[in-house]
């Protein structure tokens, strides 16, 4: 009796392997490459559109950016050091403002697009649940630009991108390096860099 | 004991290049901040005043001047027209390319640029037209402050130079002693054509600074300190590039993140 059921569940758990690949046997590198994919299509189909209000496709680009991106994790490695030492609600409101200011930056960027595509050129692993992404924007005019992404998976198995370098430039870098100036020139203290991000919002939001 | 030598270093540093002007030099925070200690070193930009001023008076000129100058260029110029400007001023520097491909120790980049030159210069009608690229022989630059740093040269404090804008000490001596090595200036100056070195000079100005209007437009409106994010940008394009010296044609080093800030690879 025992043996028929031990036998029964190695064929479930063998057939679930073929039946849900997405799980441990899939083959990650591909999936991560699919993620990116998937994200540019996605860009291209609800954002890319010219037709779009300013504040309707701010609205989608949120809905990709904080569903693909782990907004705290990149939020921690710009804020680095003063993150320890700003307060709970000091560190949700600069995510919150965070996310805002990306959202209008890069929003804004898609107004622009004029038929571009990105190609996925290869994935690599980066430490022990990172991954990145190797691919290329091809444009109508000049060379290929090319851009890595740089993914973590988390517990969920989902892929979240931490990381864009562009050329060789990493956002994130930049981000870090920008913040950690207007910080000193607030006096260090987290307080003045929010509100130097509201002012931030402000000028953006009335650019229009 | 090692910190009090670096900064031992840096005071001379300091002092040895503007005597006049001290105002210039930041204030390290003290040694018992040490993470502020940390920072500070690997931004590595102890003329950050004197920096921040030159940069002012730079981004003034480019308001005024280069900026709207750009901007004419781009209105007047269609785009065609544009790209033969850049085309045939790109070839003109074909043999520096080649003198620091081969420094580099690039052979196979360096039979690029020659063939490049030579199908370009005839075929492209003296490099107005890239033809090379259409035929798979895509471009790329090389210049001695690169060269010097696939060497292994650190690239050293961040400097901002009047007009020319973000350098450091070791890509400023670079264009220096290529100016020295333009064969092509050279010539002219000897036949008493300044002027047209002059006028190549500006034109290069134009055709690049036409080229980056709108990135530049674009940090500039979205950086909540535009020095530091040019700064920024300013190192890692310039560490992708001397890592393109040192792996031709393979994806850039990659720049860790890490959640200590620890300074190793990060600007």
């Known amino acids: ?208 | 004991m090692r910190l009090k030598i670096k900064s031992k270093r840096r005071a001379f540093l300091c002092l040895a290049a503007l005597g006049f002007l001290a105002a210039g030099c930041a204030t390290p925070p003290p040694p018992e901040d040490k993470e502020g200690l940390a920072e500070y070193n690997q931004i590595n930009d102890p003329l950050e005043p004197l920096n921040r001023t030159i940069f002012d008076f730079n981004d003034t000129v480019d308001v005024y001047v280069l900026r709207p100058a750009a901007q004419g260029y781009r209105a007047v110029v269609p785009p065609f027209g544009r790209d033969r400007v850049a085309d045939f001023l790109d070839n003109l520097k074909s043999p520096l390319y080649f003198a620091n491909d081969l420094l580099q120790g690039n052979p196979g980049q360096a039979g690029t640029t020659v063939a490049r030159a030579l199908l370009n210069s005839t075929f492209g009608v003296l490099g107005v037209m890239d033809v090379a690229k259409h035929m798979g022989i895509s471009g790329h630059k090389s210049d001695l402050g690169q060269t010097l740093g696939s060497w292994g040269m650190e690239e050293g404090p961040y400097l901002v130079l009047p007009f020319y804008g973000p350098s450091n000490p070791r890509d400023t001596a670079g264009m220096i002693a290529e100016s020295f090595g333009d064969g092509l200036d050279i010539y002219l100056q000897d036949n008493h054509l300044r002027w047209v070195s002059w006028t190549r000079m500006g034109l290069s100005g134009l055709s690049m600074r036409e080229a980056y209007l709108d990135p530049l437009d674009d940090v500039k409106r979205t950086s909540l300190d535009y020095y530091s994010a040019m700064r920024s940008l300013y190192r890692q394009r310039r560490a992708a590039q001397v890592n393109d010296a040192i792996h031709p044609g393979q994806p850039g080093q990659h720049p860790q993140m890490t959640q200590k800030t620890d300074p190793a690879k990060s600007r």
């Open chain 1, 1 to 208: 009796m025992d043996r028929r059921i031990f036998l029964r569940a190695i064929a479930v758990l063998g057939a679930a392997g073929f039946a849900f690949p997405g799980r441990p046997w899939a083959e990650p590198a591909q999936d991560a490459e699919k993620f990116i994919q998937g994200l540019a299509g996605q860009a291209i189909s609800t954002i890319a559109d010219r037709q779009l209000s300013d504040s309707e496709r701010a609205i989608r680009f949120r809905k990709l950016f904080v569903s693909h991106f782990d907004i705290q994790e990149i939020g921690r490695f710009v804020l680095s050091r003063y993150w320890r030492q700003a307060t709970p609600e000091q560190q949700q409101e600069f995510l919150t403002l965070f996310e805002d200011l990306s959202v209008l930056t890069w929003s804004k960027r898609f107004k622009e697009y004029n038929g571009e595509t990105l190609e996925p050129t290869g994935a690599g692993k980066d430490g022990e649940r990172g991954w990145l992404v190797e691919s290329r924007i091809v444009r109508n005019q000049g060379p290929p630009i090319p851009i890595q992404w740089r993914l973590r998976q988390g517990d969920d198995m989902a892929f979240r991108i931490v990381d864009i370098i562009v050329d060789g430039v990493s956002m994130a870098i930049t981000h870090r390096s920008d913040y950690a100036a207007a910080m000193q020139a607030n006096g260090g203290k987290v307080d003045s860099l929010l509100d130097t991000m509201r002012s931030k919002l402000i000028t953006l939001r009335a650019e229009g």
